[in-house]
Nanobody, 123 residues
Framework: QVQLVESGGGSVQAGGSLRLSCAAS????????IGWFRQAPGKEREGVAGLYIDGGRTYYADSVAGRGTISQDNAKNTVYLQMNSLKPEDTAMYYCAATYSVRCSSTTDFAYWGQGTQVTVSS
């Protein structure tokens, strides 16, 4: 199993930036993909970005394309999500998730989740 801890959330004005971190520990050797998701109160959880660990391939939701960047620091077993030009609709709890499966295209593919970090964007 793997443990995930998110950090870096906070409250910012529209147009600002945040860098979220996801620190992984435990059995990380066979992890295939790390993903970022978000969920606002009363809303369904949605995917934000994903990263294939071995090859570095990334993917992004249309809602954050051009504003978000996912990256990794293998030495620290950490994955980052840089969010720029933040909008009020980006306000949500952001979660980091991991999978040992080759499938990592939906929430059901991820078995391990962090506790979340809150992002609040004011108008």
């Amino acid at each position: 199993q793997v443990q995930l801890v998110e950090s870096g959330g906070g409250s910012v004005q529209a147009g600002g930036s945040l860098r979220l971190s996801c620190a992984a520990s435990g059995y990380t050797y066979s992890l295939i993909c790390i993903g970022w998701f978000r969920q606002a109160p009363g809303k369904e959880r949605e995917g934000v970005a994903g990263l294939y660990i071995d090859g570095g391939r990334t993917y992004y939701a249309d809602s954050v394309a051009g504003r978000g960047t996912i990256s990794q620091d293998n030495a620290k077993n950490t994955v980052y999500l840089q969010m720029n030009s933040l909008k009020p609709e980006d306000t949500a709890m952001y979660y980091c998730a991991a999978t040992y499966s080759v499938r990592c295209s939906s929430t059901t593919d991820f078995a391990y989740w962090g506790q979340g970090t809150q992002v609040t964007v004011s108008s």
